[in-house]
């Protein structure tokens, strides 16, 4: 099994799989925990949209779907600062929207084009050492304003108005973390897809809540089963020819199965007694 390893495509898999878990399952953690779930969802589809617009007018794709992405996500952000409207309204309204601008978009083009469709199902055994260059430098990014404001995350995600009552400027901290989301599942966008990258940041984090009690080991336990399921999907669908990103998710859900069997919250509330 271990031959794999003397492909380049094979090494930047891992590599990616590897910084895609690390990624995913920290910005998770915030996300579920501060009940954004929906947000990923409309975040994916406003990059695909920005994707296929970049194939249709022959610019960069991917600095479109960052774009697309941010764009989305500020907008819904700043309509619920100022009460306009709840943030799963204007998150269903924009998923829908941006993937109504992404099927018009493929209408648009004149021939069928294999790519635009690789970013919509995601190939991690495809990324370039461009791409993976790229991802290296956005995700150290992501990596490194997490860890340096990791305290005025913590508080903004559980008390967001106590947090701006003791001097945090919870606003500009809550649009940061929108955009370390975007960016996140902008980075991911390649190698897992974008039906499919959403589910990489909610179903890890999900599982590491059903034995955390603490944001730390909830980030790390998200960690463990997103970089596990990342490889492992990787290395299966390798050695059996089947679709990666599918692969990763399929294994990342049945992780998320086997911790609610096993759950000590639900055990200790009798759910499973």
Same mark, same amino acid.
């Given at each position: 099994?271990?031959?794999?390893?003397?492909?380049?495509? =094979?090494?930047?898999?891992?590599?990616?799989?590897?910084?895609?878990?690390?990624?995913?399952?920290?910005?998770?953690?915030?996300?579920?925990?501060?009940?954004?779930?929906?947000?990923?969802?409309?975040?994916?589809?406003?990059?695909?949209?920005?994707?296929?617009?970049?194939?249709?007018?022959?610019?960069?794709?991917?600095?479109?779907?960052?774009?697309?992405?941010?764009?989305?996500?500020?907008?819904?952000?700043?309509?619920?600062?100022?009460?306009?409207?709840?943030?799963?309204?204007?998150?269903?309204?924009?998923? /829908?929207?941006?993937?109504?601008?992404?099927?018009?978009?493929?209408?648009?083009?004149?021939?069928?084009?294999?790519?635009?469709?690789?970013?919509?199902?995601?190939?991690?055994?495809?990324?370039?050492?461009?791409?993976?260059?790229?991802?290296?430098?956005?995700?150290?990014?992501?990596?490194?304003?997490?860890?340096?404001?990791?305290?005025?995350?913590?508080?903004?995600?559980?008390?967001?108005?106590?947090?701006?009552?003791?001097?945090?400027?919870?606003?500009?901290?809550?649009?940061?973390?929108? /955009?370390?989301?975007?960016?996140?599942?902008?980075?991911?966008?390649?190698?897992?897809?974008?039906?499919?990258?959403?589910? =990489?940041?909610?179903?890890?984090?999900?599982?590491?809540?059903?034995?955390?009690?603490? =944001?730390?080991? =909830?980030?790390?336990?998200?960690?463990?089963?997103?970089?596990?399921?990342?490889?492992?999907?990787?290395?299966?669908?390798?050695?059996?020819?089947?679709?990666?990103?599918?692969?990763?998710?399929?294994?990342?859900?049945?992780?998320?199965?086997?911790?609610?069997?096993?759950?000590?919250?639900?055990?200790?509330?009798?759910?499973?007694?």
């Amino acid at each position: 099994m271990a031959e794999f390893l003397h492909y380049g495509f =094979m090494q930047r898999a891992l590599l990616s799989s590897i910084l895609i878990g690390t990624l995913c399952s920290i910005i998770g953690v915030f996300v579920i925990l501060k009940g954004l779930s929906f947000i990923g969802a409309g975040t994916s589809h406003a990059a695909f949209a920005g994707v296929t617009l970049g194939y249709l007018i022959q610019f960069n794709p991917f600095v479109l779907a960052i774009v697309f992405g941010l764009g989305t996500v500020w907008t819904i952000g700043a309509l619920y600062e100022k009460g306009k409207s709840e943030l799963d309204v204007s998150t269903g309204i924009f998923y /829908t929207l941006t993937m109504a601008l992404a099927i018009l978009f493929i209408g648009l083009m004149k021939v069928y084009n294999a790519e635009v469709y690789g970013y919509l199902f995601g190939s991690i055994l495809s990324v370039t050492p461009a791409d993976l260059e790229i991802m290296l430098g956005l995700g150290g990014v992501v990596l490194f304003l997490i860890f340096l404001f990791y305290k005025e995350f913590h508080f903004i995600t559980f008390d967001q108005d106590m947090a701006e009552a003791s001097g945090i400027p919870a606003r500009r901290f809550f649009f940061l973390l929108l /955009t370390l989301i975007s960016l996140t599942i902008v980075i991911s966008f390649k190698a897992v897809g974008a039906l499919l990258v959403f589910a =990489m940041v909610i179903i890890p984090a999900a599982s590491a809540y059903q034995f955390a009690c603490r =944001m730390k080991t =909830m980030m790390a336990l998200s960690i463990g089963f997103g970089v596990f399921a990342s490889i492992g999907g990787v290395i299966i669908s390798y050695e059996y020819d089947l679709p990666s990103g599918a692969t990763i998710v399929l294994l990342a859900a049945f992780l998320f199965f086997l911790s609610i069997l096993f759950s000590k919250k639900k055990k200790r509330f009798g759910l499973f007694n």
